[in-house]
């Protein structure tokens, strides 16, 4: 019994001294979010007409022509009034809401269709409501007499809802990549499906490309932080539309442009490859890329007659690859 005893109090001394913790803590998760968001289209005023003759081939002037001299000029535009190319160009999209990343697909998908402006571009939205819209396809249909057509693709990109900058503030690294580092890629091709006897648009039209991207980045301008601290997913887009005009790509915290290049059909354009932010926690909160191209054989003096569209149907499809992302460094 004795021996039974001081067992027993042995093992009630023990469990006198435990101690215990209760701790909670919070998880923030946000990711990234990037899909094609508007697009316009614009054909602007040529300089002069252009007038031939179909057998020679050589140009000609109309008033030269009388009752009695054969005469087979053929111009372009009005003979008077000038002429009014533009409206023979436009664009046919559908969109739908913004959805969240892999939830469900685009419902209430809406048509839209937009003939071409002949200074500004005229686009698929207004104001700045183009960032709550996803296009799921998209068609430019160009009937103008000339090539010279100007068209763009938007695609808007949104950061993750993470307090970067706040939580790396003040800190210094000699190791760059101690940070979280986003970089962008954008590259297009055009691959030509129906030709004109035998001839491609990309080279009929000269076509070439350029982007501009505009970024509004943590720790910079009025809204430093990754969100406004709302709960509606679409109030920190509309902020930073106020507070930078993405429409019209002006303003920003950071921005890229690159000059026209043009295309080698059936390979990759690569147009961008850059930081958006490097060895700092100034991450991107928005981002809107746009692809403007032109069919630069408007330009070509040297040969008015190749700026005449060609009447078989020729189509090429278009391929842009809009890359933010995080690699090593």
């Known amino acids: 019994m004795k021996i039974f005893f001081a067992v027993a109090l042995s093992i009630w001394t023990i469990s006198a001294m435990a101690v215990s913790l209760e701790f909670s803590f919070d998880v923030n998760s946000s990711g990234t979010s990037i899909y094609p968001c508007d697009a316009g289209i614009r054909h602007t005023r040529h300089s002069e007409r252009v007038c031939y003759d179909r057998v020679t081939q050589s140009s000609c002037t109309p ?28 664009l046919q999209a559908k969109y739908a809401a913004w959805t969240e990343n892999g939830s469900y697909a685009p419902s209430s998908v809406t048509n839209a269709t937009v003939s071409a402006l002949e200074s500004n571009f005229a686009r698929i939205f207004t104001n700045k409501n183009e960032w709550d819209k996803q296009i799921t396809s998209l068609s430019f249909n160009l009937g103008s007499e ?3 057509t100007d068209f763009y693709l938007d695609v808007c990109y949104r950061g993750p809802q993470i307090e970067y900058f706040q939580a790396f503030q003040g800190q210094t690294s000699t190791d760059s990549n101690y940070f979280p580092n986003f970089a962008i890629k954008l590259q297009a091709t055009v691959t030509d499906l129906v030709t004109a006897n035998g001839l491609q648009y990309s080279q009929l039209a000269d076509l070439k490309v350029k982007t501009d991207v505009v970024c509004d980045v943590q720790g910079l301008g009025n809204y430093v932080y990754a969100h406004s601290g709302n709960s509606s997913t679409t109030s920190p887009v509309y902020d930073d539309a106020q507070a930078h005009d993405l429409v019209q790509l002006t303003g920003g915290d950071k921005n890229f442009s690159t000059s026209y290049a043009a295309f080698n059909a059936g390979s990759n354009l690569y147009l961008l490859n850059d930081w958006i932010n490097l060895g700092n926690a100034r991450t991107p909160r928005f981002c809107k890329v746009r692809y403007t191209f032109i069919e630069n054989v408007r330009n070509n003096t040297a040969n008015p007659l190749a700026q005449i569209r060609k009447w078989k149907n020729h189509k090429a499809r278009i391929c842009t690859y809009s890359e933010i992302s995080e690699p090593i460094n």
């Open 63 to 90: 008033a030269l022509c009388t009752n009695l001299e054969q005469c087979n000029c053929v111009c372009t535009g009005g003979a008077t009034s000038g002429d009014a190319e533009y409206r023979q160009d436009f």
């Open 146 to 148: 000339r090539y010279g």
